[in-house]
């Protein structure tokens, strides 16, 4: 959620910033500082009646003042009940606006993204190669049939030595978390509405999300649980910044969303995810940042597979996000790059959804910066780690990185 100081103070920079991201037609901020002056006015009217109140308690009382008095607590309930109202339109119209792109962020959407740099080369191959779908159905890695069967589209069942090279990346990631001092959290997966709203996943995407019949939802990331991990708190500025991972299966409806092309695992409802997650100081976060997307661009380079970082255009960032960088693996089959880790910095944006505060030195509460990265998902990584390392009688290198998790240096056809 935006400041609204910031929106009345600077309200011209602020609609600079959003429509890098939204079309002059989607916001008015006019309409907002104007509930913000008419929430004042009430709250300034119904404390002088409410002072007045007080005065008069300490007189003693007559029949007159008593009728009096009625009337002013008649006034109080309306201005209090006006304001309720006020509060929640203002709410509600602040909840719709995303973050402010930060500096550096250019408007538009995906034609608008930049690549920052390639790391590696692109495979060649002397043979017919096959998609990872070809692949992990010959090598008895995944079984879509069984999975369809079981739970309908857009989900997939790892099977042997397909499980275990899952289960591999997993560790892989793990174990480098381990050794950079991060705190390791293992959280639900059903997160309430508030959860979701401090997120930044409601009001706007509450049909991406799956819902069960007490109003929880499945997380979408482990980004959601670890930042209300600190919801309604207040931190202590020495313990920052805050550094955490955690592992989840990460559930999304995405409806319509799928194409042609994305087939097998590329995108799915269901998904293994390690999660890298910050609380820090202002001052600190964009330090942090970069040791986000610095960790995330090593676990890829210890894959040894070819892939890129992109700065994305602001339409196409979250809408809690202030800045992006995504880093894509590089798809044979389909001749394209695709997500497998998202760094973002939050700002105070989350924090303020969530109340996440800390006390500075000088004792006074402020709001944390929030920043997240995938460190890394897996569903793209999988398919990539395939049709890479694929050789001419349909066997798979496995990377160096996996091979002590996974107990071998080949995958084969049995």
């Known amino acids: 959620m935006l400041d609204i100081n910031k929106i009345r103070d600077n309200?011209?920079?602020?609609?600079?910033a959003l429509l890098k991201r939204l079309d002059k037609g989607?916001?008015?901020?006019?309409?907002?500082v104007d509930l913000d002056e008419q929430r004042r006015e009430l709250i300034k009217t119904s404390d002088d009646l409410k002072s007045q109140r007080n005065q008069v308690s300490k007189t003693k009382p007559?029949?007159?003042?008593?009728?009096s008095m009625?009337?002013?607590?008649?006034?109080?309930k309306d201005l209090d009940e006006q304001l309720d109202k006020i509060n929640l339109e203002l709410q509600e119209k602040l909840s719709a606006l995303p973050n402010?792109?930060?500096?550096?962020?250019?408007?538009?959407?995906?034609?608008?993204?930049?690549?920052?740099?390639?790391f590696g080369k692109q495979p060649e191959f002397k043979f017919k190669t096959k998609d990872h779908v070809e692949l992990a159905t010959s090598l008895g890695l995944i079984d879509y049939e069984r999975a369809v069967k079981m739970s309908g589209s857009g989900f997939w069942a790892y099977t042997g030595d397909g499980a275990l090279l899952e289960w591999a990346l997993l560790n892989y990631f793990i174990d480098f978390h381990r050794q950079n001092?991060?705190?390791?959290?293992?959280?639900?997966?059903?997160?309430?509405?508030?959860?979701a709203y401090t997120s930044g996943h409601l009001p706007k995407f509450k049909e991406d999300l799956y819902w069960n019949q007490d109003r929880l939802c499945l997380s979408a990331t482990s980004e959601m649980s670890i930042l209300n991990f600190?919801?309604?708190?207040?931190?202590?500025?020495k313990d920052l910044p805050l550094k955490y991972y955690s592992y989840s299966s990460c559930f999304r409806r995405e409806a319509g969303s799928y194409r042609a092309e994305e087939r097998g695992?590329?995108?799915?409802?269901?998904?293994?995810?390690?999660?890298?997650f910050h609380f820090s100081k202002p001052e600190d976060s964009w330090r942090c940042f970069d040791e986000l997307l610095d960790n995330a661009v090593k676990l890829m380079a210890g894959l040894d597979l070819n892939f890129q970082t992109v700065q994305l255009a602001a339409q196409d960032a979250s809408a809690s996000a202030a800045k992006t960088v995504d880093i894509e693996v590089w798809l044979p089959s389909m001749n394209i790059y695709k997500e497998v880790s998202s760094v973002s910095n939050a700002t105070d944006y989350q924090a303020r959804r969530g109340n996440i505060r800390y006390k500075t030195e000088a004792g006074k509460n402020e709001f944390v910066h929030t920043l997240n990265g995938s460190g890394l998902a897996t569903s793209r990584l999988l398919p990539a780690i395939l049709e890479q390392n694929q050789q001419a009688d349909g066997s798979v290198k496995v990377p160096k990185v996996l091979q002590k998790y996974l107990g071998k240096k080949v995958i084969s056809v049995a």
């Open 70 to 76: 009625k009337k002013v607590g008649q006034q109080i």
């Open 26 to 32: 989607d916001f008015n901020l006019d309409q907002i």
């Open 230 to 237: 600190k919801s309604d708190e207040i931190l202590s500025d």
């Open 265 to 276: 695992m590329v995108r799915g409802h269901q998904f293994n995810k390690i999660e890298m």
């Open 181 to 195: 001092k991060y705190e390791f959290l293992l959280l639900p997966y059903l997160l309430t509405e508030q959860s």
């Open 100 to 118: 402010l792109p930060a500096d550096g962020v250019v408007a538009g959407n995906k034609e608008n993204n930049q690549v920052l740099k390639v």
């Open 11 to 16: 309200k011209k920079e602020v609609e600079t």
């Open 62 to 67: 007559t029949p007159e003042i008593i009728a």
